[in-house]
RNA sequence: GGCCGAGUGGCGAAACAGGCAGACGCACAGGACUUAAAAUCCUGUGUCCCGAUAGGGACGUGCGGGUUCGAACCCCGCCUCGGCUACCA
């Protein structure tokens, strides 16, 4: 089997049979003998695609990996051998595939590792990608290998860095109305630069107020904000990198500094970035999670006076409708943002975050060292602390008040960190009787509760709060109305007046795109230095024919410990240069994050040599978007939204033909462990050791022990969940607190009774039976070196696809490996005569016989069912049809030609390695890759009679055998005929006769 | 807490649009081949009941209701597990 599947993979290889040349769509070979059109299959890619795809084409990808050090996973080969059957197939139906993978290769593994020995993060990633290939390569996938490439070449960043420049030379226009490529018009356009307005004011000032009002327009810019700082990575990590208020990698704690880094101006592409999710042939879950994470909300942002005295605030109104809603709320001004205008009235105190600008101003003398402590604390707090909800709310009195545009009243001003600078306005009104955030805060602080929202308009309300829409009272001239009825009258009331406006807000933050480490993508920016070396702000860009703007070669990978990038310490040569107007320049020393490699390279495959463009347009228009991407759901957020954004702006740019670049997405299921199953024993040490000595002795002599504190085995149903001293999970007896220890058992130590597993000598106690999430910790991990070298990767292959739905999590099973491994042999047996003493030859049953009907009745019954089950993706289902159609003619003496080989080409596509084999033995002599997929034919599916269910009442009563042709008349006399029916049927009525053609025939009968 | 998904034999699963529940595989049991074992092949295998056998019956898709001639599938309520998210006003 080894030596198959090494000459095989060194024949596609010597071969390049899996070479495919874009530019040449007409290409044809003489292996590629096609008959017949490649069906249609994708005639809903209107929406994405333009109308002049080519429909011969299908672009099939992968996620491809980050090549870490511990080699392969089951978990990849699970979509790639998915991809790899689907693209296979693809080929064999006419259609040109491209199907190329290559390596996400910049990121911290490395470069840790470079921290600790010193070897160039280079030198590790070329040895973990020498590994990743060798192991697909092993697997017998089809990829053009022609096309590989890592993020990490200076020939992909090179690009990468000019996308970048792409991104720092556009500004979004949100009220353009333009018409794309694809012939959609839509609202809102990335445009260059030169083209942004500059107001009289901003000109007036010269170039360089210019320049710097341009700056703040772009897509990619510079802004001092908190970041989130893990001191223990050395670096800077976005919000989507920290999990509970600790780092993703390495679960480091993170702290909060200020700091001036880039950020990718994603809010801008909100609106687009969920709404055009709607035409993708994607996951209903997917889109959700994306639009939830984008999080547009509707609501208002209102101004409340803070300002002193009546009259003042009379004053002001006044001026606000003369004035109308101002861009800045000015000195008296409050500025909220609220989804609930229709609360105005129920207002009855408001919430700065303790970051908030209008702070200090509303802070009285008393009141100043209480708000300064809180903004200390709140400042130190790590997210985690922040937003743990146990511990309850938090805040202080600032001591001002604020008035309320709508009836004058003057409510407390709090600042409290449930409010969040980043979001809205980092202020909210806050109305306890109908937000539960507020009712929690007011009740705790002793504030008062007003209802002007009840459920059917009656004001009598004992609730404490109500959190839905209702009908208004308390609400002066607006009761009575509906919550949804009242939100656009008041805010086009307060439209009116100058007191607020409709607004839009996001969940989603602008995206924080610097990192303080060394191996990544440099950035293409200098920064200008005044004549004592300070930068100006003010910054220049590395001509695009300048790039790739290299990584400096160091010797010394330890981080600087603090905020200060890697790069800060690259030699002078690199960081410092000067400009041909004598101005002096220092490099941007941050490095872009590891997912800008990963936002485009799906476009860098179909044109990965070109040196004078990203891609060239001709074959962009051609063979984007990717028609079929398959990876982890853990990707479902991050990697999907950076790309699409990225897309969109190339899109807005010109520099790609369609809006979105994925038409269709599926997520693979994790592969988890084997199923273990786990007891619980108390007592201390030894006992656990003699009760888990294996012996089953041991175990019974606890049998009849009755005393509840010796050691003893114990079921997880009296169990807890605890968390000890040190922050690690435990499980607790819920009655003694006392600590249980896990001990995995063996599968003949247990049973099956009711819906758990027990032990066997002791069925009282109930055993967790589980598959868990493959680890180091655990020891579950699969290594797929190890099943090829056991199995033979077309096992692998199909087993990982046998296990269960492609989408589905599902338990690792060695045994299952077996069993396809076990199938495989048959398949071979059914061709092969292994008895033959000159070596391996067909096996006489395969003969040049004619097909009996019964046979291709099974043939075309199995063509018909394999084909479907590729095309919807459902492989486990079609490997079980392969095996019933080897079931099937192992029992047959003769074996025709004719039916055989059409199924090896059905077995190709998963278990590549045999069928090349067996179609070279069937005489043969090139590779099956561009063999015709069969086409089964109806007519040879028609029996001549078969049997059908008969219902009494919906109950299954019996079967009668008919002609295929019968009608119902003829049926269902046959199903009264029939004597078990016949006797049912005795002395009862039939009130009515469902018949469902080819299905049942049921009769309701009194 | 919120959102999403899933619960079917001893196990992984199948049932395509509401119409024969459990295909296919694993495991197990019995048998054949073998000195023996492995490999391979054959037979059986949801649970319970009646029956010597042939055969027949009842129950059965997490739990409780509902719609329907008919529900694993649709609706309502609940339970359990998994994923995502976590004060976004």
Redesign the pocket.
């Known amino acids: 089997m080894k030596r198959i599947e090494a000459k095989w993979q060194a024949y596609w290889d010597t071969h390049q049979t899996f070479r495919v040349d874009l530019d040449d769509a007409t290409a044809s070979d003489d292996s590629r003998n096609h008959s017949e059109p490649a069906s249609p299959q994708h005639a809903n890619g209107a929406a994405t695609g333009g109308p002049s795809r080519d429909a011969r084409k299908k672009y099939v990808l992968d996620m491809f990996p980050y090549p870490s050090g511990a080699g392969l996973h089951v978990g990849h080969p699970e979509g790639y051998t998915a991809t790899d059957i689907v693209s296979r197939y693809s080929r064999m139906r006419g259609v040109q595939v491209l199907h190329p993978m290559g390596w996400d290769a910049f990121g911290l593994p490395a470069e840790d590792y470079a921290i600790k020995t010193g070897t160039h993060p280079a030198v590790t990633t070329a040895k973990n990608i020498g590994t990743f290939k060798r192991q697909l390569k092993s697997l017998g996938f089809s990829y053009d290998w022609s096309r590989e490439f890592a993020t990490t070449d200076p020939e992909y960043y090179r690009w990468t860095q000019w996308i970048f420049l792409q991104l720092f030379d556009t500004w979004y226009d949100a009220t353009c109305v333009w018409t794309g490529q694809d012939g959609v018009t839509r609202t809102g356009k990335g445009r260059p630069i030169s083209e942004l307005p500059i107001p009289h004011d901003v000109a007036a000032n010269g170039v360089n107020a210019v320049r710097r009002y341009q700056d703040q327009h772009r897509l990619a810019y510079q802004h001092e904000a908190p970041v989130n700082w893990c001191p223990m990575l050395g670096t800077v990590l976005a919000?989507?990198e920290i999990?509970?208020g600790k780092s993703d990698r390495g679960g480091h704690p993170v702290e909060r500094v200020p700091l001036r880094q880039w950020l990718l101006r994603i809010t801008a592409y909100g609106d687009r970035l969920a709404s055009e999710l709607d035409d993708l042939q994607w996951p209903?879950?997917i889109k959700?999670?994306q639009k939830?994470?984008i999080?547009r909300?509707e609501?208002a942002e209102v101004d409340f006076f803070v300002g002193e005295g009546q009259d003042s605030f009379k004053q002001w109104s006044s001026a606000r409708k003369e004035s109308g809603f101002s861009r800045e709320p000015g000195a008296e001004g409050l500025r909220i943002?609220?989804?609930?205008p229709d609360t105005l009235f129920g207002v009855t105190y408001m919430v700065l975050?303790p970051e908030h600008a209008a702070v200090d101003r509303l802070t009285t003398a008393e009141r100043r060292a209480a708000v300064d402590t809180y903004r200390q604390q709140a400042a130190m707090k790590s997210?985690l602390d922040?937003?743990?909800?146990a511990k309850g709310?938090?805040g202080v009195f600032t001591g001002g008040y604020a008035t309320n545009p709508v009836n004058g009243e003057k409510v407390p001003v709090w600042i409290a960190?449930?409010?969040?600078i980043?979001?809205?306005t980092?202020a909210?009104?806050a109305?306890p009787a109908h937000?539960e955030?507020d009712l929690?805060f007011a009740t705790q602080f002793g504030i008062d509760v007003r209802h002007v929202v009840a459920p059917d308009g009656q004001p009598q309300s004992d609730a404490p709060g109500f959190f839905e829409h209702g009908v208004a009272i308390n609400s002066g001239g607006y009761n009575g109305l509906s919550t949804l009825v009242f939100k656009t009258k008041i805010t086009s009331d307060l439209e009116a007046n100058g007191l607020g406006r409709k607004a839009v807000?996001y969940?989603l933050r602008d995206w924080l795109f610097s990192r303080q480490r060394y191996w990544g993508e440099p950035f293409p920016i200098w920064h200008e230095l005044d004549s004592s070396g300070v930068p100006t702000g003010l910054m220049r860009t590395d001509p695009e024919t300048s790039l790739p703007v290299l990584l400096p070669e160091m010797a010394d990978f330890k981080p600087t410990g603090t905020p200060e990038p890697m790069l800060s310490k690259a030699p002078d040569s690199w960081l410092y240069s000067t400009a041909s107007d004598g101005t002096r320049l220092k490099r941007e020393a941050n490095t872009m994050p590891q997912w800008a490699g990963s936002c485009w390279y799906y476009l860098r495959f179909a044109d990965p040599k070109n040196n004078r463009q990203f891609i060239d347009p001709a074959i962009e228009k051609r063979w984007l978007p990717v028609d079929l991407y398959v990876g982890g759901?853990?990707h479902?957020?991050l990697h999907l939204l950076y790309s699409r954004f990225w897309h969109k702006v190339l899109f807005d740019r010109g520099h790609v033909s369609t809006v979105e670049p994925f038409r269709r997405l599926v997520n693979q299921g994790m592969i988890l462990g084997e199923?273990e199953f786990t007891g619980y024993v108390v007592g201390d040490a030894s006992a656990v050791a003699a009760l888990t000595g294996g012996a089953g002795s041991s175990a019974n002599s606890m049998n009849g022990s009755t005393d509840s504190t010796g050691p003893r085995w114990i079921s997880v149903r009296e169990l807890t969940d605890r968390v000890d001293a040190e922050g690690t999970a435990i499980r607790v007896v819920t009655k003694t607190g006392e600590v249980a220890t896990a001990v995995t058992l063996v599968g003949d130590r247990v049973e099956?009774k009711g819906?758990a597993f027990v032990l066997k000598d002791q069925p009282g106690v109930v055993v967790d039976s589980?598959a868990h999430?493959m680890s180091k910790a655990r020891g579950n991990v699969i290594n797929p070196d190890v099943v090829v070298d056991q199995f033979g990767a077309d096992s692998l292959r199909l087993y990982e696809m046998?296990?269960?739905?492609l989408e589905?999590?599902?338990?690792w099973?060695m045994?299952?490996v077996?069993?396809?491994a076990?199938?495989l042999?048959?398949v071979w047996?059914m061709i092969v005569d292994e008895q033959s003493e000159s070596g391996i030859r067909l096996s006489h049953t395969v003969q040049d016989c004619p097909a009996t009907a019964e046979q291709l009745r099974v043939l075309h019954r199995t063509i018909k069912?394999v084909t479907?089950d590729i095309e919807s993706l459902?492989f486990?289902?079609a490997?079980?049809r392969m095996?019933?159609f080897v079931?099937d003619f192992?029992?047959m003496d003769a074996r025709p030609k004719s039916v055989i080989e059409p199924f090896v080409l059905l077995l190709s596509p998963f278990a590549p390695h045999l069928a090349e084999e067996l179609w070279q033995l069937l005489g043969h002599p090139s590779t099956l890759a561009y063999e015709t997929w069969p086409n089964h034919d109806d007519a040879w599916l028609i029996e001549s009679e078969f049997?059908?269910?008969v219902?009494l009442?919906?109950?299954?009563?019996g079967?009668v055998t008919v002609p295929a042709d019968a009608d119902r008349e003829t049926i269902e006399r046959a199903a009264k005929a029939d004597p078990?029916i016949a006797s049912q049927l005795e002395g009862k009525t039939i009130v009515?006769t469902?018949f469902?053609p080819g299905?049942?025939v049921?009769f309701?009968v009194k």
């Open positions: 919000n989507e999990i509970d209903d879950s959700l999670m939830n994470w999080g909300s609501g943002y609220t989804t609930r975050a997210d922040r937003t743990d909800l709310k938090s960190d449930y409010v969040l980043s979001y809205g980092g909210i009104m109305v937000d955030r929690e807000n969940r759901a853990e479902a957020v199923v099956k819906d589980r999430k046998f296990m269960g739905p589905a999590v599902k338990p099973g045994k299952g077996e069993g396809v076990r199938f042999g048959r047996r069912a479907r459902g486990n289902t490997i079980s095996m019933e079931n192992l029992a049997e059908i269910p219902q009442n919906g109950k299954l009563r079967k078990v009515k469902i469902v299905k049942m049921n309701v």
